[in-house]
Every structure is written in structure tokens, then in C-alpha cells.
């Protein structure tokens, strides 16, 4: 994985927001080295917004802007763990 990947999945899980850090901690373990560049760059876009934002957006809470509305966030909201 590369060094961009890397602080990615970082940040991802280390939100300081539980349930965030399990969704987008996950979701990078199991997407980051999927995602191509435009991928990547939607995924850092959602990082840097505020935890109780994306978690409201993902659990459908409150509407999704239009800026986030990406392929990426699909598969965000879309994520489930696996059962390892």
C-alpha cells in the first residue's frame, strides 16, 4: 500500500467518533487499494468533513450534498464489515 493509502486508512480510524471509525476504518481496509484516484480523493473529501455530518449522511439522517454525492460514497454508505 502505498504512502497516500496509508494515511488514509490512518485518519479513517482515528475520527474520535466510534461508529465512524469503525465505518470508514473498515471501509478502508477493505476498499483503499481498489479505489482509483478520483476514489481516493472522494474518500479524503469525506475524512476531512465532521464525524456527526457523515454519519448522518450514511445512516440517511440528513441529506447528502451535493459535493459528496460520489461513486465513492455509494460504496460507503453501502459498506458492511466482513465476518472475520
Known amino acids: 500500500m502505498d504512502d497516500y493509502r496509508k494515511k ?9 467518533f466510534r ?3 469503525l ?3 473498515g471501509f478502508a481496509d477493505d476498499h483503499l487499494a481498489d479505489l482509483d484516484t478520483a476514489g ?5 473529501a469525506v ?5 456527526q455530518d457523515v ?3 450514511i445512516v440517511g439522517q440528513t441529506p447528502l450534498p451535493p459535493e459528496y ?3 465513492t460514497f455509494a460504496l460507503i454508505r453501502a459498506y458492511r464489515p466482513s465476518a472475520s
Request: overall charge negative; aromatic content about 16%; hydrophobic content about 45%.
Open 8 to 16: 488514509l486508512r490512518f485518519r479513517a480510524w482515528r475520527r474520535g
Open 19 to 21: 461508529e465512524i471509525d
Open 23 to 25: 465505518i470508514l476504518g
Open 40 to 44: 481516493l480523493a472522494a474518500f479524503e
Open 47 to 51: 475524512l476531512d468533513a465532521p464525524d
Open 55 to 57: 454519519y448522518g449522511w
Open 69 to 71: 454525492d460520489t461513486p
